[in-house]
Protein backbone atom coordinates (compact mmCIF):
# COMPACT_ATOMS: atom_id res chain seq x y z
CA UNK A 1 0.00 0.00 0.00
CA UNK A 2 1.25 3.56 -1.03
CA UNK A 3 0.78 4.75 2.83
CA UNK A 4 3.73 2.43 3.78
CA UNK A 5 6.51 3.91 2.42
CA UNK A 6 8.87 3.77 4.99
CA UNK A 7 12.55 4.70 5.43
CA UNK A 8 15.67 1.78 6.60
CA UNK A 9 14.97 2.45 9.95
CA UNK A 10 10.94 1.45 9.39
CA UNK A 11 10.09 5.18 10.40
CA UNK A 12 6.93 6.27 7.75
CA UNK A 13 8.82 9.44 5.77
CA UNK A 14 6.41 10.48 3.64
CA UNK A 15 2.67 11.23 4.37
CA UNK A 16 -0.68 11.17 2.30
CA UNK A 17 -2.20 14.84 1.36
CA UNK A 18 -4.83 14.04 4.21
CA UNK A 19 -2.20 13.43 6.74
CA UNK A 20 -0.23 16.40 6.14
CA UNK A 21 -3.27 18.61 5.55
CA UNK A 22 -4.24 18.03 9.05
CA UNK A 23 -1.15 18.64 10.62
CA UNK A 24 -0.95 22.36 8.93
CA UNK A 25 -4.77 22.17 9.65
CA UNK A 26 -6.00 23.10 6.17
CA UNK A 27 -8.33 21.47 3.50
CA UNK A 28 -6.95 18.50 1.65
CA UNK A 29 -7.85 20.64 -1.38
CA UNK A 30 -5.37 23.18 -0.66
CA UNK A 31 -2.44 21.08 -0.42
CA UNK A 32 -3.49 19.19 -3.19
CA UNK A 33 -3.66 22.84 -5.27
CA UNK A 34 -0.26 24.03 -3.66
CA UNK A 35 1.19 20.35 -4.95
CA UNK A 36 0.02 21.25 -8.53
CA UNK A 37 1.13 24.85 -8.45
CA UNK A 38 4.49 23.53 -6.75
CA UNK A 39 4.41 25.12 -3.69
CA UNK A 40 4.56 21.80 -2.03
CA UNK A 41 7.02 19.21 -3.03
CA UNK A 42 5.37 15.90 -3.07
CA UNK A 43 5.83 11.90 -5.54
CA UNK A 44 3.30 11.71 -7.59
CA UNK A 45 1.53 8.22 -8.30
CA UNK A 46 -1.05 7.05 -10.26
CA UNK A 47 -2.20 8.89 -13.83
CA UNK A 48 -3.69 12.17 -14.72
CA UNK A 49 -7.47 11.37 -13.48
CA UNK A 50 -6.62 8.89 -10.49
CA UNK A 51 -3.41 9.85 -8.70
CA UNK A 52 -2.08 9.58 -5.32
CA UNK A 53 0.41 12.40 -3.61
CA UNK A 54 2.52 11.24 -0.73
CA UNK A 55 4.81 14.07 0.48
CA UNK A 56 7.77 13.90 2.30
CA UNK A 57 8.21 14.64 5.93
CA UNK A 58 11.12 17.52 5.46
CA UNK A 59 8.20 19.44 3.47
CA UNK A 60 6.78 20.10 6.93
CA UNK A 61 10.21 21.63 8.80
CA UNK A 62 10.60 23.76 5.46
CA UNK A 63 7.29 24.85 5.53
CA UNK A 64 7.57 25.87 9.11
CA UNK A 65 10.99 27.47 8.00
CA UNK A 66 9.14 29.70 5.52
CA UNK A 67 6.05 30.22 7.60
CA UNK A 68 4.01 28.81 4.43
CA UNK A 69 0.71 28.40 6.26
CA UNK A 70 -0.16 31.85 6.00
CA UNK A 71 0.39 31.38 2.39
CA UNK A 72 -1.64 28.42 2.22
CA UNK A 73 -4.79 29.45 3.83
CA UNK A 74 -4.79 32.79 1.05
CA UNK A 75 -4.57 30.31 -1.55
CA UNK A 76 -7.24 28.46 0.25
CA UNK A 77 -9.35 31.50 0.44
CA UNK A 78 -8.94 32.14 -3.52
CA UNK A 79 -10.17 28.38 -3.81
CA UNK A 80 -13.19 29.35 -2.20
CA UNK A 81 -13.77 32.58 -3.60
CA UNK A 82 -13.67 30.92 -7.00
Known sequence: MLNKITGIDGNKEFLSVSEFAKIVNLDSRTIRKSIKDGRISALKFGGDLRCHYRI???ELERLAKCNMRDILKKI????LDD
Do not use: D, G, V
Open 56 to 58: PKS
Open 76 to 79: NKEI
